[in-house]
T-cell receptor
Framework: RKEVEQDPGPFNVPEGATVAFNCTYS??????FFWYRQDCRKEPKLLMS???SGNEDGRFTAQLNRASQYISLLIRDSKLSDSATYLC???????????FGAGTILRVKS | DAGITQSPRYKITETGRQVTLMCHQT?????MFWYRQDLGHGLRLIYY???????DKGEVPDGYVVSRSKTENFPLTLESATRSQTSVYFC???????????FGEGSRLTVL
């Protein structure tokens, strides 16, 4: 089993749709969680951190479910510019051992 | 300009050759990392460094060597390149443990 697993997609959605991605992780002791965004042939960039209480940033909402060991990303009112690969990142233990999922591809179409 | 830069951006080499990928950051971040990205695997950590003269292995270190004599530089050397090392290599830095990673634009390496 991979340490961090994501549905690779692609998720093809129309503009204005709501879309959600999940990411599961294997280590129950994991301490911190992130979503990164990667545009085609570009470097990854931090989209948002994921806090235990859940957090929202504009159209983006991230949630953590420790009992089931998954994090989620919800995107409301999708824009064409949201088309990208979304990477789930988990800090597996204390110290800088970030593990990246393989990514979920989102395509927003007009 | 401030930031993190990688060179070369594109490199084609032959099996058995030595290749060095350079990484330079201007933020004075303590932590620096090298990842490789391959289809189906996501980003995998090759080596990381918590400070100058401190380096440690990541998930896939075999065939690679790193050094960090200065805080701002973190070169990655493939001592004898193999076809399986064809990949996109990303350097990243962070100012604290498990902090936000700032990535360079990547170096696309092809080993023939």
């Amino acid at each position: 089993r991979k340490e961090v697993e994501q549905d690779p997609g692609p998720f093809n959605v129309p503009e204005g749709a709501t879309v959600a991605f999940n990411c599961t992780y294997s280590n129950s002791a994991s301490q911190s969680f992130f979503w990164y965004r990667q545009d085609c042939r570009k470097e990854p960039k931090l989209l948002m951190s994921v806090y235990s209480s859940g957090n929202e940033d504009g159209r983006f909402t991230a949630q953590l479910n420790r009992a089931s060991q998954y994090i989620s990303l919800l995107i409301r009112d999708s824009k064409l510019s949201d088309s990208a690969t979304y990477l789930c990142v988990v800090n597996m233990e204390y110290g800088n051992k970030l593990v990246f999922g393989a990514g979920t591809i989102l395509r927003v179409k007009s | 300009d401030a930031g993190i830069t990688q060179s070369p951006r594109y490199k084609i080499t032959e099996t058995g050759r030595q290749v060095t990928l350079m990484c330079h950051q201007t933020w004075s971040h303590s932590y620096m990392f090298w990842y490789r990205q391959d289809l189906g695997h996501g980003l995998r950590l090759i080596y990381y460094s918590a400070a100058a003269d401190i380096t440690d292995k990541g998930e896939v270190p075999d065939g690679y060597v790193v050094s960090r004599s200065k805080t701002e530089n973190f070169p990655l050397t493939l001592e004898s390149a193999t076809r399986s090392q064809t990949s996109v290599y990303f350097c990243a830095s962070s100012d604290y443990d498990a902090g936000e990673l700032f990535f360079g634009e990547g170096s696309r390496l092809t080993v023939l």
